[in-house]
């Protein structure tokens, strides 16, 4: 009869520790860049300052020029766009992880854009958006003078 209650111990601690494996693999797959996947987390994004410039780097895979919008508002910039579903005529799907969204995300920046002078090229899924400051926006060298 004991044989049987330590039958039942070790499936259920099999089933334990798996339960236990799978939290972990999910953990992993949240949590695959620096924190939780979250809906503002997508598109990924880099920011630089370059002095003069900002540059802001975006991942986005499968998408054309034509399926970006940018627009900026004083110190922020409003990305949107769309990845559509592109079955090829006559297909059946089998298999379909990446489907179609539509996304909207927006970036303030901590100084004064020059509107005329934003530039944006897209490369391999990089959006790279290169944003100049305003002259009053970009550091200065100050001198030093000895006093005599």
Known sequence: ????????????????????????????????????????AWPRSNLFDRGNELVLQVELPGLAENDIKLTLNQEVLTLSGERRRDVPEGYSVHRQERGAVRFSRSYQFPCKIDPERVTATTKNGLLTVTLAKTPESQPRSITVKAQS
């Open 1 to 40: 009869m004991l044989t049987r209650w330590n039958d039942i111990d070790r499936t259920f601690a099999a089933l334990d520790e798996f339960r236990r494996r799978m939290d972990r693999l999910w953990d992993e797959v949240e949590t695959g860049y620096e924190g939780p996947v979250t809906a503002t």
